[in-house]
Nanobody, 120 residues
Framework: QVQLVESGGGLVQPGGSLRLSCAAS????????MDWYRQAPGKERELVAA???????NYADSVKGRFTISRDNAKNTVYLQMNSLNPEDTAVYYC??????????????WGQGTQVTVSA
């Protein structure tokens, strides 16, 4: 059994910063991709940032230069540092990890979602 637990969301003023965390636990053998998605009310879920096991990253154009994705392999944790937040960043943020369990089966796992609200 593998689960992801997110933390770090909340209410922040425009121009502020937040750091999201997503920790994987359970019967994990290896982790490949770690991503962050977000879904705003009335909109489709979109990819915000992705980090491959080899270290390559990609970001949505709307967050380039403001958000940074990183990982701590020892803790099976992915982070999203969000700076210069604006109201358009308001959404529920979900982490995703592609994980090989101890049975050597790759599966996609999702966090429970954490609300980020940017408002004065």
């Amino acid at each position: 059994q593998v689960q992801l637990v997110e933390s770090g969301g909340g209410l922040v003023q425009p121009g502020g910063s937040l750091r999201l965390s997503c920790a994987a636990s359970g019967r994990i053998f290896s982790i490949d991709t770690m991503d962050w998605y977000r879904q705003a009310p009335g909109k489709e879920r979109e990819l915000v940032a992705a980090l491959r096991s080899g270290g390559s990253t990609n970001y949505a154009d709307s967050v380039k230069g403001r958000f940074t994705i990183s990982r701590d392999n020892a803790k099976n944790t992915v982070y999203l540092q969000m700076n210069s937040l604006n109201p358009e960043d308001t959404a529920v943020y979900y982490c995703h990890q592609r994980i090989m369990n101890v049975l050597r089966v790759w599966r996609d796992y999702w966090g429970q979602g954490t609300q980020v609200t940017v408002s004065a």
